[in-house]
Nanobody, 125 residues
Framework: QVQLVESGGGLVQAGGSLRLSCSAS????????MGWFRQAPGKEREFVAV???????????DYADSVKGRFTISRDNAKNTVYLRMNSLKPEDTAVYYC???????????????WGQGTHVTVSS
């Protein structure tokens, strides 16, 4: 069982930056692939970024095309935390951002067993 708690959301102007954090419970955090998803009002939840688990020094990451070059996912296994650094934010990045965990890396929400409660990000123009 993994429990996830996101933080770091807020209101930011277009072009600004935010760093989201997702703290996880459990002793096996390093084994889990961690994903970030977002859901805007009236839209389906969509993939943002993923980082593999395994506890090694090298991790595989993947990003949605809409955030490549602007967002960076990283993890600190000693702190049981995954981060999403968001730069050059745009109004279309406004959404509730969720972190998710599963033992297998994926880009679909249905592939993740554990979810946080979400954190709101609003980007004003």
């Amino acid at each position: 069982q993994v429990q996830l708690v996101e933080s770091g959301g807020g209101l930011v102007q277009a072009g600004g930056s935010l760093r989201l954090s997702c703290s996880a419970s459990g002793r096996t955090f390093s084994s889990y692939a961690m994903g970030w998803f977002r859901q805007a009002p009236g839209k389906e939840r969509e993939f943002v970024a993923v980082i593999t688990g395994g506890g090694g020094r090298l991790y595989y990451t993947d990003y949605a095309d809409s955030v490549k070059g602007r967002f960076t996912i990283s993890r600190d296994n000693a702190k049981n935390t995954v981060y999403l650094r968001m730069n050059s934010l745009k109004p279309e990045d406004t959404a509730v951002y969720y972190c998710a965990a599963d033992l297998v890396r994926g880009t679909k929400a249905s592939e993740y067993a554990y979810w946080g409660q979400g954190t709101h990000v609003t980007v004003s123009s």
